[in-house]
């Protein structure tokens, strides 16, 4: 069966999901597919062998074999019956089942487990007249099933056997362990691998049992965390090939020895004398005391380590009722300080379960990333502390929201009204809708004066932006009108309240400040579809949310016409144009923007639809200066498409001057122009609605149409100057 092409499932804790798909396709992977918690894919028997030992974030790896329904239990043994476990297990093999969920028909986990062990049993029996028999520890084959109300139970045979996150090493789990996966996420994300390439080392100040010291050693090294392990589900399964299994167990242990002298120095500090001695003991087992110093040393005598800068990751304690969290609190503030004034030029990385208590370290974060440590929602805070200081002097503004009115009455005069309206409008819109698959619009804005708000549709999620209220109307008054606001949603279009983001909008000055307005650092991110593709948003960080509604129908035209070409993204934002031109079948892809945070961003929308790797490019630089040293330089690069959707204005502190577009305009676009093919075409767009095209200074020769009107959809229609496009291109040969 090493031939055999197989479909899989690797599962991950949620907010692994892009990084797993990258661990995916490095094992050989093919048909890579993100999805919550886990990963689909096809591969060989190799790539079952690589996953099981170089995965770092995955949970297990599986083989499904069928969904059969259990509303009845007849049926249901039926179903597993009529699978082919002889494909699977040797007549004279041991079994185990893992049996998770109940309904109405199977209302214990150990019944459900007793019959799909009973199914295959008497499958054996019958065929060869040997039985299997049942070993809980180490069986040779795992069978999981998995039973969703309503959708039956999925039939999995389990080819990781112990979770993957369990290596080996840990023989003193010390209090509270971090697991293996969830603590190499946290390095991953943290831009580890780089560091440590770069010659960076790791601190962690608060250490507990060294799961981070290990984890991030065996990171630098190559070491692959599954050597460690003694077996894997797949060891007694049928379809292991044993000769494919020992090659590449040779070739990781080859890579072990080979990348140990670039395994950097790592130090581990706790004030606890018990998380000392088990980080010790950890440590020894994974065979690390040559490259991993630990000692006793409190957060009050935290040094800079001598040498080179790195990487602080640490996961300090985060408390569960509210006395334990004030006492922290000073914890934090310490932390922070020492990030601050004795480690600065080292980067950061601090994953904590407390928003409340993160806010206490005095460091604005560069990103913020969800984890799941369980089903606990926690947060990665990645830091730059070369800003630290700068941003502990004068933290960065943040607007904040006024907490939300209670719902009014959805069965009041103006709650009808408005619910009356939010019907017709989807009405109107609804053929639109469903002939183009749409699920993100705008539904509403201000249509009524009296209720100033935009409702934006994101699937089942409702973005609701109100507008600063004229100084003439009485807050109360508006406040009201909100409220209902709040009522009519729910009633017109069926959504949960819970499931309604509102940010109050204030209209502000060009020349104000950037493209994107900042509110808070929650890094709550939801995945919604456009298109067939999927991307992250995020209602809580910013007005913008990471898919500009207006620009859809652009979006729709790039993936038309990027087939064969190179695609340029400039101030690519996060990414939505360059994941519409990966699918419409672009050679290769180039995202320029200065945002570190928004091409993250970029990288993990990318990610999310399967597209990664060198021929999807995502360039940290000033666009202006980058598109100046590609021109001076000579560069042979040229793209068959080009977006260019630049802020209005930005004074961003990385940029060595103040940007204006009516200013910059025609130097920007003519550079970009010249790096076009010679069919290239280049679209331009603003929201500025003050801008004017200056054509007369452009070059002679660059063929300029403006296309606003065919780049407005159906959802803007009320609302036209909500962008200018223009198509620009030396020829009239361009299909795009």
Not at 143 to 157: D, K, M, P, Q, T
Not at 228 to 248: I, K, Q
Not at 298 to 310: D, I, N, Q, T, Y
Not at 550 to 566: N, V, W
């Amino acid at each position: 069966m090493s031939g055999t092409v197989l479909k899989l499932f690797v599962s991950s804790a949620r907010g692994m999901e892009a990084l797993l798909a990258d661990e995916v396709r490095a094992a050989g992977g093919k048909r890579v597919r993100p999805l919550t918690a886990g990963v689909s894919f096809e591969g060989d028997f190799a790539a079952v062998c690589r996953l099981c030992l170089y995965s770092r974030v995955g949970s297990r790896l599986l083989l499904p074999l069928a969904r059969v329904a259990a509303d009845e239990i007849d049926g249901f043994y039926q179903a597993v019956l009529a699978l082919p476990w002889e494909d699977h297990l040797r007549p004279e093999g041991t079994l185990a089942v893992d049996f998770s969920g109940t309904n109405a028909v199977i209302r214990h986990t150990r019944f459900g487990a007793m019959k799909v062990k009973d199914a295959v049993v008497d499958r054996l029996r019958t065929q060869s007249g040997v039985r299997p028999s049942v070993a809980f520890e180490r069986p040779d084959l795992r069978i999981h099933a998995r039973l969703s109300e309503g959708r039956g139970v999925e039939i999995a045979i389990d080819l990781s056997g112990e979770a993957l996150h369990r290596r080996g090493y840990r023989v003193n789990s010390g209090t509270a362990p971090l697991k293996e996966n969830l603590a190499a996420a946290i390095l991953l994300h943290a831009g580890w691998p780089e560091i440590a390439r770069a010659g960076g080392r790791l601190l962690d100040p608060m250490c507990g049992s060294g799961t981070l010291l290990i984890e991030a050693a065996w990171m630098a090294g190559d070491v692959a965390p599954g050597l460690a392990r003694a077996h894997f589900g797949f060891f007694g399964w049928s379809g292991h090939d044993p000769e494919v299994w020992n090659a590449v167990l040779a070739e990781a242990r080859e890579r072990a020895r080979a990348g140990r002298g670039a395994i950097p120095a790592i130090f581990g500090y706790d004030q606890d004398q018990a998380a000392i001695d088990a980080a010790l003991e950890n440590v020894a087992h994974a065979g690390l005391n040559d490259r991993i110093q630990v000692e006793k040393r409190s957060l009050e005598h935290l040094e800079r380590p001598m040498g080179v800068a790195g990487l602080v990751a640490v996961n300090p304690p985060y408390g569960e009722r509210q006395g334990e969290i004030e006492r922290l609190e000073s914890t934090y503030t310490l932390l922070g300080n020492r990030l601050r004034t004795r480690l600065q030029g080292w980067q950061g990385a601090v994953f904590t379960a407390a928003p409340t208590l993160a806010a206490a370290l005095g460091v604005q974060p560069r990103a913020t990333r969800v984890l799941y440590n369980g089903a606990l929602p926690c947060r990665l805070l990645l830091l730059d502390p070369a800003e630290a200081s700068r941003t502990a002097q004068a933290p960065a503004t943040v607007e904040t929201v006024e907490p939300p009115p209670l719902p009014g009455d959805p069965n009041g005069p103006g709650a009808i009204m408005l619910i009356n309206r939010l019907r017709k409008n989807r009405k109107r819109l609804d053929r639109w809708l469903k002939r183009d698959g749409v699920s993100c619009y705008r539904l509403y804005d201000a249509d009524m004066p009296e209720y100033a708000v935009a409702v934006d549709v994101y699937g089942d999620w409702i973005h609701l932006q109100e507008y600063r209220p004229p100084a003439g109307v009485d807050p109360e008054v508006a406040r009201r009108r909100l409220g209902e606001v709040l009522a009519a949603i729910p009633a017109a279009l069926g959504v949960a309240p819970e499931r309604i983001h509102l940010k109050t909008r204030r209209r502000q000055s060009e020349g104000a400040g950037g493209q994107y307005r900042k509110l808070g650092e929650e890094g709550e991110f939801v995945t919604v579809e456009e298109g067939g593709l999927r991307f992250l948003v995020n209602f809580t960080d910013s007005l913008d949310v990471g898919l500009f509604l207006d620009h859809a129908p652009l979006r729709r035209m790039i993936r038309e016409g990027s087939g064969g070409k190179r695609f340029l993204n400039l101030f690519g934002y996060t990414g939505s144009a360059t994941v519409h031109a990966a699918a419409g079948g672009a050679q290769a892809t180039v995202t320029v923007d200065l945002s570190r945070h928004y091409l993250d961003w970029a990288g993990r929308n990318l990610a999310l639809n399967g597209f990664s790797g060198l021929s999807h490019r995502l360039v940290r630089a000033d666009c202006l200066e980058w598109l100046d040293e590609m021109v001076q330089s000579g560069s042979a690069e040229r793209f068959g498409l080009i977006l260019l959707d630049p802020p209005t204005f930005s004074n961003s502190a990385r940029m060595e001057r103040s940007f204006d577009l009516q200013r910059e305009h025609p130097r920007m676009i003519t550079q970009a122009a010249r790096l076009l093919t010679p069919d290239g075409v280049l679209f331009f767009s603003t929201n500025s609605r003050r801008f004017r095209l200056d054509a007369d200074a452009l070059p002679a020769g660059l063929r300029v149409a403006e296309i606003t009107r065919a780049t407005i959809g159906p959802d803007f229609q009320a609302n036209p100057r909500i962008h200018h496009c223009w198509r620009l291109s030396w020829s009239d040969v361009g299909g795009a």
